[in-house]
């Protein structure tokens, strides 16, 4: 989907990642492949990862294999998160390091893609 190429952060890796969840989650949604993803990013900002929407991101030990997988682009996005709003993002649900990374870089990603493809 050419859409999905469209973020800030497709020279990053771990964007493959991204884009293969997105594709897969978004099947559960009725209408054209535009209208689904526009469903699953409105989701998405309802109720986080935290919501345990995303499959891949529920368990901590997936979150960690994942973390692990893709660490020098996931803290690279969240340091130029950090950087662009001036202060540390803090992990307010004191989820471990590599779950709150994978959540914040995932939505984030989400969120860029939403912003540039429906605002």
């Keep these: 989907m050419q859409a999905l190429s469209k973020s800030n952060y497709s020279e990053y890796r771990v964007a493959d990642a991204f884009n293969e969840i997105i594709l897969k989650s978004i099947t559960s949604y009725n209408g054209k492949k535009r209208e689904q993803l526009k469903s699953f990013f409105l989701d998405l900002q309802q109720g986080g990862c935290v919501s345990g929407m995303i499959s891949e991101f529920i368990y901590h030990a997936d979150c960690k ?8 682009d996931l803290e690279n996005i969240r340091t130029q ?7 540390a993002i803090e992990n307010r649900l004191q989820a471990p390091h590599y779950t709150f990374v994978c959540w914040l870089c995932f939505e984030e990603y989400c969120y860029d893609l939403y912003s540039r493809l429906f605002e």
């Design 65 to 72: 294999e994942f973390y692990i997988k893709h660490i020098d």
């Design 81 to 87: 998160l950090e950087e662009a709003i001036g202060e």
